[in-house]
């Protein structure tokens, strides 16, 4: 089992930046792969930043330039910098943690951009 735990969601200002972090403990393997989801109000979750522990990152078309996708494989906590924030931004995000049989997901953290 993997636990997941998100924060450093909060309300910003368009425009504004905001980091948010994924505390990941339990049984983790060697290879696995990091993802950070949005799900919007009213709209289904979708993947915007992942990274796979060999460095490799993948954005989605929305956040590139954007948001950029770290791992501190030492305290195991993943990070999504986020800036330039638009209202579409807003939302739940989700940590996931994917690896062959494992599917674990964070409770989500909720970003607002609004001013």
């Known amino acids: 089992q993997v636990q997941l735990v998100e924060s450093g969601g909060g309300l910003v200002q368009p425009g504004g930046s905001l980091q948010l972090s994924c505390a990941v403990s339990g049984d983790i393997v060697r290879f696995y792969r990091m993802g950070w989801y949005h799900q919007a109000p009213g709209k289904q979750r979708e993947l915007v930043a992942s990274i796979i522990n060999s460095g490799i990152t993948n954005y989605a078309d929305s956040v590139k330039g954007r948001f950029t996708i770290t791992e501190d494989k030492a305290s195991h906590t993943v990070f999504l910098q986020m800036s330039r924030l638009s209202p579409e931004d807003t939302g739940l995000y989700y940590c996931?943690?994917?690896?062959?049989?494992?599917?674990?997901w964070g409770q989500g953290t909720q970003v607002t951009v609004s001013s």
């Open positions: 996931n943690y994917w690896a062959v049989g494992v599917d674990s």
